[in-house]
């Protein structure tokens, strides 16, 4: 079967450590989220997963980008690059990269989740017309991302992928799998377009968004909850599962 | 019941020498023995670019093979995708009327449009439009097959005035069928007078219900053509042995490997949202049959899975009859993980000590010394 084929070791060099992962849940309110799928070249599909993931036929990168209105850190602001991947059996978004505006979210998703998160600005307009996100780190632009003509659907017309982190816990370097639940009151589909995106500001230079599949854009809750299971990156995930004593 | 093979022609990546190769001779030697056991059907799908899970894009060509090499087995496309940038409706009729012609009126014809973005984005195909794409394509289809010139003007083709040749052997077509992937589809094929071709896991009970509804609503359809096809068969897996046990083992190897091949697919609704496609639906073993819900088996093969010793075999397809199920069609091997010796040695196994218990009083009698002289 196809695998990823990155050295976990090299990955992990730029992940941060995770000391505990939270026993409690965590509810974000009064947010808009806003997803686009690319597809991306075959060169960038095994080299940029580990080898206990499987990639997507063809490559696929997702850009989402939270804005939240409430949470236990208070408002923030979220940019994260994910490459589609199946972890076992499931469909996964493995997170290469990550900007927060919002310094207590930054910490909190960094140091208890795991994400390779920095701090930055991320903005997030929306309107009847149209949808754009503005992200910037140092100053210097990491993507601008639009989505056009806003076309209603139903909020269960929606899905969005569970998320892995690598990070480094007291056991190791693990895939976290973090299954945030998301509730929607209004969804749309959007017309994706990327103005500028620097690959390396998001952890991986070899991301190269190709083909725009689909845009969306929606409001709702997420509730992430406590972590369940984390994996061990070069094993596949039927015998690299270890679950999260809580 | 009526018993068939089903080819995705699933092959290991990444590609050594020869294995394509070697995947569609080991098909083509299955359906010659599948032929000469009795079996009903010999399906081929239509699928692009879905690498491991299913290298098999030209199943007429693999279709018009199998009718060339075989007597009585019926041919099936399970399914031509109908959309028209993969498929233009004037093609499908021309090319199944001749299939039709060449298998001596053995065609079965199945419709789809299909459920990935790999094979969707790959041909630029709009995901909002297939619903509206096949449903064009099933209707006119069977004008197509008439016997008088056809000028039409449609919503994905239009054509002035002209005669589809040749004419199908079986008149006034070959059966129509529909794959059913999504939980819903199964009422579109009631509705319109077609049979039901399951290609995803259902529990006995899932299945149970949506048999009892395509029943109840195909005594109210509106059919597409002049005939109604009005079967029902589903998708299974086929490993028999004596031993159960042993049977299990190699079966369920089958089971993993083209479930984890399944749910690897970039399913069209995970990439790009769409009321077109409200669910996903596939073969991974968990998603639609519990191994756990099944305490009948010591070896966790799930629910209605025909893996195990003949017994058990038999036991799981009389439960699929008794909830009205006409025919089950087998996978039998993926990614090329069961030798092809054993593969044929299941369905031998199968043939001689399953079939028997649900053939009384069917004429099509298999002839030992050709089902032995296949293979050996």
């Known amino acids: 079967m196809i695998l990823g084929s990155a050295d976990p070791e090299e990955l992990g060099c730029t992940r941060p450590t995770v000391a505990s992962l939270p026993r409690q849940s965590f509810v974000l309110d009064d947010v808009v989220l806003l997803q686009a799928f690319y597809e991306m070249p075959r060169t960038a599909r095994e080299p940029v997963l580990p080898p206990g993931l499987h990639p997507t036929n063809p490559a696929a990168l997702v850009l989402q980008v939270w804005r939240c209105g409430d949470s236990p850190w208070g408002p923030f602001a979220l940019a994260q690059a994910r490459v589609q991947c199946r972890s076992g059996l499931r469909a996964r978004g493995f997170v290469t990269g ?9 910490r909190a998703l960094r140091d208890e989740l795991g994400f390779p998160v920095r701090d930055g600005r991320v903005e997030l307009q929306r309107g009847y017309d149209r949808v754009l996100a503005t992200v910037e780190v140092d100053d210097r632009p990491v993507f601008e991302l639009e989505g056009e003509d ?18 480094h816990l007291p056991a190791g370097l693990r895939l976290v799998q973090i299954e945030p639940q998301v509730t929607l009151e209004r969804a749309e589909r959007v017309r994706p377009r990327l103005l500028g995106f620097d690959p390396s500001a998001l952890g991986e230079p070899r991301l190269e968004p190709t083909t725009p599949v689909s845009g969306s854009v929606a409001t709702g809750r997420i509730e992430i909850p406590p972590v369940r299971f984390v994996c061990r990156p070069a094993e596949l995930a039927f015998t690299g599962t270890e679950k999260v004593e809580g | 019941m009526k018993f068939g093979i089903f080819f995705e022609m699933s092959t290991p990546m990444p590609l050594r020498d020869g294995i394509e190769k ?11 023995l599948a032929d000469a056991l009795g079996f009903d059907f010999v399906w081929a799908v239509e699928h692009h670019f879905l690498e491991e899970y299913s290298h098999c894009s030209a199943p007429e060509v693999v279709l018009t093979a199998v009718a060339a090499q075989t007597e009585q087995i019926r041919v099936g496309h399970g399914a031509v995708v109908c959309v028209p940038e993969m498929n233009h409706p004037i093609r499908v009729a021309e090319r199944a009327a001749t299939l039709d012609l060449i298998s001596n009126g053995r065609l079965e014809l199945g419709t789809a449009r299909s459920s990935t973005w790999t094979e969707l984005g790959g041909f630029e195909v709009d995901p909002d439009d297939t619903k509206k794409t096949w449903d064009e394509f099933v209707r006119v289809l069977p004008r197509l097959f008439g016997p008088e010139p056809l000028a039409y003007e449609g919503r994905c083709f239009s054509m002035p005035e002209r005669n589809v040749l040749p004419k199908p052997l079986q008149q006034p077509h070959p059966p129509l069928w529909v794959t059913v992937t999504s939980p819903g589809t199964e009422l579109d094929a009631a509705d319109r007078g077609i049979g039901c071709l399951g290609v995803a896991a259902a529990g006995y009970a899932e299945q149970e219900r949506r048999t009892r509804e395509y029943h109840r609503r195909i005594q109210l359809c509106d059919p597409v053509s002049s005939v109604v096809n009005d079967r029902v068969s589903t998708l299974n897996f086929l490993y028999c042995h004596e031993d159960a046990q042993r049977a299990a083992q190699t079966g369920m190897q089958l089971v993993g490997t083209f479930g984890l091949a399944n749910a690897h697919l970039l399913w069209t609704r995970e990439a790009y949202p769409t009321r077109a496609y409200q669910s996903l639906a596939n073969l991974a073993p968990g998603s639609g049959r519990s191994g756990g819900s099944n305490p009948a088996n010591p070896y966790g093969v799930p629910e209605g899975v025909c893996v195990g010793s003949p017994g058990q075999i038999i036991d799981a397809i009389k439960h699929w009859e008794s909830i009205g199920i006409d025919g089950i069609n087998f996978l039998l091997n993926g990614l090329e993980v069961i030798p092809q010796v054993q593969v044929l040695e299941s369905l031998r196994l199968f043939a001689r000590e399953v079939m028997p218990a649900f053939r009384t009083g069917e004429t099509r009698a298999v002839t030992p010394e050709r089902a032995g002289a296949v293979t050996r």
């Open chain 1, 98 to 106: 990550a900007v927060c505006e919002g310094s207590d979210a930054t």
């Open chain 1, 150 to 167: 806003p076309d209603p659907l139903s909020p269960g017309d929606l899905q969005y992928s569970s998320t892995l982190t690598l990070a």
């Open chain 2, 22 to 32: 070697q995947v569609y001779d080991n098909a083509l030697e299955q359906a010659r």
